[in-house]
């Protein structure tokens, strides 16, 4: 029987060399049901600060974070919490993939958070972006939810894990991204 076939990008959070979250992107791309393959997105850090006067001219670097995000089907962030929001990282990628309001690169993604973080587990960092990603067309894909708490010294330094909570955590989120995205293409094709 053959699947249909999805495709993601995936970005960190995070730019702290042992970061778990970058952990659990790599990790994802490597559990990732066979109907969803994975790119990493390891420059999101080099966009500019969101800064409306840069959309009549977009910096090159901004064309090619919308275009990565419309030509995928699925966003997968691994997202940390700095004082209860996202990271100002992950908030300006965000804050981009949002624009130009005209035509908004996120408008028809999934969107699925990965998060590893203190004692929240990243909750109120999801919670702060899911609600207007929706509004703004995305699909939010809440459940089951990935907030993960203290994890680190379940990683080793390459930032890999053997821990079953964490694998089949993120494997479950995967495959509602995978549900999401045949639910959506079915109603697209009725
Ligand atoms: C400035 C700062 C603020 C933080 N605030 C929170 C917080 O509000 N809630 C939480 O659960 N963890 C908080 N943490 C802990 C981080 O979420 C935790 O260190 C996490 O592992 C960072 O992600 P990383 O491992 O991907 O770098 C904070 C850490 C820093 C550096």
Redesign the pocket.
């Known amino acids: 029987m053959t699947h249909p076939t999805f495709r993601a990008i995936a970005f960190?959070g995070?730019l702290?060399k042992?970061?778990?979250?970058?952990a659990l992107v790599h990790l994802a791309q490597r559990v990732a049901p066979p109907e969803l393959t994975i790119d990493i997105v390891d420059w999101v850090d080099q966009l500019p600060w969101m800064n409306p006067d840069l959309e009549s001219d977009p910096p090159e670097i901004v064309e090619r974070w919308w275009n990565a995000v419309r030509s995928a089907d699925a966003l997968i962030i691994?997202l940390?919490?700095?004082?209860?929001t996202p990271t100002a990282l992950a908030k300006n990628a965000l804050d981009w993939a949002t624009r130009p309001p005209a035509d908004r690169a996120i408008t028809g993604t999934a969107v699925a958070f990965l998060s590893?973080?203190?004692?929240?587990?990243?909750q109120?960092a999801q919670d702060s972006v899911s609600a207007v990603l929706g509004f703004l067309g995305a699909t939010v894909v809440t459940e089951p939810p990935v907030r993960l708490t203290s994890v680190?010294d379940r990683f080793d330094a390459d930032g890999n894990t053997d821990d079953p909570e964490i694998i089949d955590a993120v494997a479950a989120k995967l495959r509602a991204v995978v549900d999401a995205l045949v639910l959506r293409s079915a109603e697209l094709d009725d």
């Open positions: 960190s995070s702290r042992g970061s778990t979250n970058t691994g940390p919490e700095y004082n209860a590893a973080a203190g004692r929240s587990g990243g109120r680190g």
